[in-house]
């Protein structure tokens, strides 16, 4: 399994609204950082997360097959692929 760092684009300080344009300039928007460095987000975070999912047989992928009930869908890999997230801010918590 291979691991990449995934980019999170700050768009706390400018409206993203998912309009052709906002999607053109998210390259152009700064990447989320926390007293000046790339670092996790916090737990309460609102995002957007955009990714592409995909299916495959496991025999493509140098797999056994395993045994299935009914489905060949239990012979089958989920692929969750997450090209980038878009953050917002933080939800505000009442006290």
């Not at 706390?12 to 007293?35: A, C, M, N, T, W």
């Not at 996790?40 to 045994?67: N, W």
């Not at 009914?70 to 006290?95: C, K, P, Q, T």
């Amino acid at each position: 399994m291979s691991y990449h760092s995934v980019p999170i684009y700050d768009a706390s300080q400018k409206p993203f609204l998912f309009r052709q344009e906002d999607f053109v300039g998210i390259p152009s928007l700064p990447l989320y950082k926390r007293e000046g460095k790339i670092a996790d987000l916090p737990v309460d975070a609102i995002v957007s997360v955009f990714f592409a999912m995909s299916s495959y047989p496991k025999r493509a992928a140098g797999c056994p097959p395993t045994p299935s009930r009914s489905s060949a869908s239990f012979n089958d890999i989920l692929s969750l692929n997450i090209h980038f997230v878009i953050y917002y801010g933080v939800i505000r918590h009442e006290n």
